[in-house]
């Protein structure tokens, strides 16, 4: 076994945590693997719209980053790849990867031409399934790496071969299949982040029933230039601009039934958001149904910022019911007013539900013996000797501490390799 592959790192999701423990790394002077389930690298943020508290693109700092990826020859990465096992101990693993079917290889130049020809559509999930979109496509428009992929219903379908000779490059291999790959690594950060939690499991908010009722993560796309109405916030119903828009706080979150926790990040998400509809709208009216309003340390100037606009209203009470007017436009929220100890019902155009992350080590644990907690976090930064959790695998939680915390997790790997 070579001295350079145990010293070596695996860094395993390739969000924002994963980005930033890879670079670090790699800067610092080791080499690094990053596996990611995706076609992309950058997690869940880039399907953000904005950052709070600074209303900044995600994109500008996912770009910096990608440069420092492609500039570094220490880091390789993997898309498509997810860890099936890990064995061995503290700077010696043995990681088997499995590497998913793209059908494009690294011959393709994004030039589209098997886009074009494709008719077979697909929901599009970067956009949480609110469009379609060519089963032969780029994941995102600034994806990296910037290569195409095809469904595999496309490649099972009898559009497959017409699309493979639409390729000037000889890019499209239909006949990929799943690949095994054996690493030897020193340590691993393992940073595989969230996913929402499942709207329609809360039956009173009528997801999913009624279409004008959306999630806080659809809101980020509807709001995105490369969402799927090019950033116009509108009424998914009729396509109209809302004039009245509520979020509804902890939509499932601090919930015996759904989640007990806190995600800690929803109150100022939905204040962002609420920007986002202030800009576009300057009449409408916006209501956040909350509980408590969780804005910590510095993020608190935010919060006072928003709750300057008048147009912006506070509303301290947990939404009960959500219904739909029998014209199938007006959503009526039922809400405890608990500061005038009154029920109140609003009626609005369009529902945002703040809800929460749920890690995906709660579906997808690490496939070694690590303790997790109540919720599916794993329960400490040192998972085991050598295995490190960084980000909202660890803990549910905003940007910069995910990029604090993947440092750590770098940090920590490294400290491990270096002590043998
Ligand atoms: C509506 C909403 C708005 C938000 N807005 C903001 C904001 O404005 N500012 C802010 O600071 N924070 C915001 N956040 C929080 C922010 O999204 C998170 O802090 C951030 O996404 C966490 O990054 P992560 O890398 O830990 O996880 P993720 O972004 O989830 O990345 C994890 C990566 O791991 C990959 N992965 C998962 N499982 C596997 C596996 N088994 N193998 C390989 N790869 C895997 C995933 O595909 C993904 O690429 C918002 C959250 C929500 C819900």
């Known amino acids: 076994m070579s001295n350079t592959e145990t010293q070596s790192i695996l860094v395993v999701g390739s969000g924002i945590t994963g980005i930033t423990a890879a670079v670090e790394a790699a800067e610092a002077g080791y080499d690094v693997y990053v596996a990611e389930k995706n076609p992309y690298l950058g997690g869940r943020v880039a399907q953000l ?8 693109p995600p994109l500008c700092g996912l770009e910096i980053n990608f440069r420092r990826i492609k500039q570094n020859p220490r880091i390789r990465v993997f898309t498509m790849a997810e860890v099936e096992k890990i064995s061995g101990e503290d700077g010696n693993f043995d990681v088997t990867i499995k590497m998913n079917p793209r059908y494009v290889n690294e011959k393709c130049t994004a030039c589209g ?36 992929m095809l469904d595999p219903l496309l490649v099972n ?56 009722v959306i999630t806080n993560v659809m809101m980020e796309r509807l709001a995105s230039w490369s969402g799927p109405t090019q950033g116009k916030i509108v009424c998914p119903s009729d396509g109209r601009a809302p004039e009245t828009v509520a979020f509804v706080q902890c939509a499932g979150s601090r919930d015996e039934n759904h989640l007990p926790f806190c995600s800690g990040i929803c109150c100022l998400a939905s204040m962002k958001q ?14 956040i149904f909350y509980i408590d309003v969780r804005a910590t340390d510095r993020l608190e100037a935010f919060y006072t910022k928003v709750k300057k606009d008048e147009n912006i209203q506070f509303f301290k009470g947990k939404v009960a019911k959500i219904t739909q007017d029998e014209s199938g436009k007006g959503l009526t929220l039922r ?46 930064q040192e998972a085991k000797p050598g295995i490190y959790a960084a980000g909202c695998s660890r803990i549910p939680t905003n940007v910069s501490e995910c990029v604090q915390d993947g440092t750590a997790a770098a940090l920590k790997a490294i400290q491990s390799i270096v002590r043998r």
């Not at 719209?49 to 900044?56: A, R, V």
Request: charged share 25%; aromatic share 12%; proline share 6%.
């Open 49 to 56: 719209h904005q950052y709070f508290p600074k209303l900044c």
């Open 335 to 380: 809400a405890e007013d608990t500061t005038a100890e009154s029920l109140q019902e609003i009626t609005v155009d369009l529902v945002v539900l703040a809800t929460g992350m749920q890690p995906n080590t709660a579906d997808s644990p690490i496939p070694f013996d690590v303790t997790y907690d109540d919720y599916g976090f794993v329960a400490a």
């Open 274 to 287: 609420a920007t986002y509809v202030r800009e576009q709208c300057p009449e409408a009216k916006v209501y």
């Open 113 to 148: 031409r098997c886009a074009e020809v494709c008719t077979l559509e697909i929901d599009n999930s970067f956009n949480y399934g609110m469009n379609k979109m060519k089963a032969a496509y780029m994941p995102h428009d600034m994806a990296y790496p910037m290569r195409y």
């Open 157 to 212: 379908s009898d559009e497959a071969q017409k699309v493979k000779e639409a390729c000037p490059y000889d890019a499209i291999e239909l006949d990929m299949t799943p690949k095994s790959l054996s690493l030897k690594v020193g340590a691993v950060v393992w940073a595989t982040g969230w996913k929402p939690y499942d709207a329609n499991k809360l039956d009173t908010y009528g997801f999913g029933e009624f279409s004008d």
